[in-house]
């Protein structure tokens, strides 16, 4: 019986913790494309600065980032494909998409505005506009596990052809599993630029896209939630949801940021029967930013240091992996209510765009 006993608890152990594991320990991609500088319809202020920022984030996070600002058609098209060529290599690769600058609508179409647009009329721009659902599309082939679509264009129709009323983008079209479309406004409304470096959409998702155990709907839930404060509800941000698993960006909980003392670890209760596995921290320090992957945890970590508390006491292996691809692992010995340190001095010589 007693056999019996540990055989369940085991099964039922086992059982939890593949249930707790989540999406997004593969490679991680990103396109990221800033609009600002138009031709012929003038220049956004904020654009340009919303894909640097962006492109930023994502790298901290472990993307491998494809930063495009004031591009043409052709050089859109083919990010795109890149895009979906990557993410296609692996099944539980993340892709991110992220664009900024002027989008329209036609037909029910959302178009995305190369900054050397001229369209002379609204039936040109098929031929001369990227349009959202070839994104969707590219993404939808590459079969992987996420894909996250951003899309903080929605602002009046700039050009002068464009009908009364014709504002904002409409609503997502096909959309594919596996997936999470944002947009910064509701459909037919339009996004506020805000008074800082980026509109106010971007502006808030930035904030909670780096939050430590925060599941990716919830940062949108909370991104949401404070444009929503931020505009006195003018402004309401639409997002699709198909994804239905769950994915920490920025890793979970379990990685305590350097700056914040580590909470008292509270009293165990004893308990006949079992023995408790001893428990030690660990401190690691990284000269680059990278994904930092240890005991079946997984978070982005900055430069500096962090630490890791409560991991089983005896040999860890901590495996760094860089925006660059370039990743490298050391072993150490946790030792039993003690902290152990490990450090990583991997600095490239030229980072990726």
Not at 301 to 330: C, H
């Amino acid at each position: 019986m007693k056999r019996w006993s540990v055989l369940v608890m085991f099964a039922l152990t086992l059982a939890s913790i593949l249930a707790a594991q989540t999406v997004g320990s593969g490679p991680r991609y990103a396109l990221v494309i800033g609009n600002g500088n138009y031709v012929e319809l003038g220049k956004l202020k904020n654009p340009v600065n919303a894909a640097t920022d962006m492109a930023a984030a994502l790298k901290a996070l472990g993307f491998k980032v494809d930063l495009l600002t004031d591009g043409d058609l052709a050089r859109m098209e083919d990010a795109v494909i890149r895009l979906g060529t990557n993410l296609a290599q692996s099944a539980d690769s993340t892709g991110f998409f992220f664009y900024a600058g002027h989008g329209v609508q036609s037909g029910g179409v959302n178009y995305l505005i190369p900054a050397d647009a001229r369209i002379a009329s609204e039936t040109f721009l098929e031929t001369k506009a990227l349009a959202a659902q070839s994104v969707l599309d590219t993404l939808q082939q590459s079969r992987n596990a996420l894909n996250v679509v951003v899309l903080d264009a929605c602002r009046d129709n700039p050009f002068s052809w464009s009908r009364s009323g014709s504002r904002g983008l409409s609503v997502v079209g096909g959309q594919p599993p596996g997936s999470i479309v944002a947009y910064a406004t509701s459909a037919g409304r339009v996004a506020q630029d805000g008074t800082g470096r980026n509109g106010v959409f971007t502006q808030e998702l930035l904030k909670h896209l780096k939050t430590p155990g925060l599941e990716i709907k919830d940062v949108f839930n909370r991104t949401g939630k404070d444009v929503g404060t931020a505009t006195s509800g003018q402004q309401v941000p639409a997002v699709y949801n198909q994804f239905f698993d769950s994915a920490y960006l920025a890793g979970t909980s379990n990685f305590t940021a350097a700056s914040s003392p580590a909470p008292a670890a509270p009293a165990k209760a004893p308990s006949f029967g079992a023995v408790q596995a001893a428990t030690g921290n660990l401190s690691i320090t990284l000269a680059t930013a990278g994904t930092v992957s240890v005991a079946g945890l997984s978070a982005a970590v900055p430069a500096g240091t962090v630490p890791v508390n409560d991991l089983a006491a005896g040999s860890q292996t901590v495996t760094v992996r860089y925006a660059d691809g370039k990743s490298e692992s050391r072993t150490v010995m946790v030792p039993a209510g003690g902290t152990a340190n490990v450090a990583f001095a991997y600095a490239p010589s030229a980072k990726p765009v």
